[in-house]
C-alpha cells in the first residue's frame, strides 16, 4: 500500500516546482540595478553582484577575526570583509550573491566592510 496518492505527489511536484520558478524570479529581480565591479569607484555606494571567488579569515585590528571573501564578476572583483565572523551561513566557494555598501580602500583593494548582502540562487545568470 503506497503511503502517499499519485495524485498528492503530483500536487506536491507542482507546488515545489512553482516555489523553485519564484524564488529565481526574485533572484533576477535582485540583480535590478547593479553595477560591474570594474566600475566601482573608492568612496562611493555601491550594488554589485558576483561569485565567491576566495574565502579567508583574516585578523582585522589586532584580535578581531574577520571572513574576508573576494567576490568577481566578468570585469573584475574586490574584497568584502564581514568584520568579527568567521563564517556566514549560505556563503561557500561560488555562492552567487549582490552586495550593497560604501566602497573604501584597504592594503591597495577596493573593498566593502559589512555590506548588506543578499545570496542568489545558482540558476541565475549573473550580468556582466
Given at each position: ?64 577575526a574577520s ?62
Amino acid at each position: 500500500m503506497a503511503l502517499f496518492s499519485r495524485s498528492s505527489k503530483v500536487a506536491e511536484a507542482q507546488r515545489v516546482a512553482d516555489e523553485n520558478a519564484e524564488f529565481e524570479r526574485l533572484g533576477r529581480r535582485a540583480l535590478d540595478g547593479v553595477t560591474p565591479i570594474s566600475e566601482t569607484m573608492w568612496r562611493s555606494q555601491v550594488r554589485v553582484a558576483g561569485r565567491v571567488k576566495a574565502m579567508r579569515v583574516q585578523p582585522w585590528a589586532e584580535k578581531i577575526a574577520s571572513l574576508e571573501i573576494t567576490l568577481a564578476d566578468e570585469t573584475g572583483g574586490l574584497t568584502v570583509v564581514f568584520l568579527g565572523r568567521r563564517t556566514i551561513g549560505g556563503i561557500h566557494l561560488g555562492s552567487h550573491m549582490v552586495v550593497e555598501g560604501m566602497v573604501s580602500e584597504v592594503r591597495h583593494q577596493l573593498t566593502l566592510i559589512n555590506p548588506a548582502y543578499q545570496l542568489l540562487p545558482h540558476g541565475v545568470d549573473l550580468p556582466h
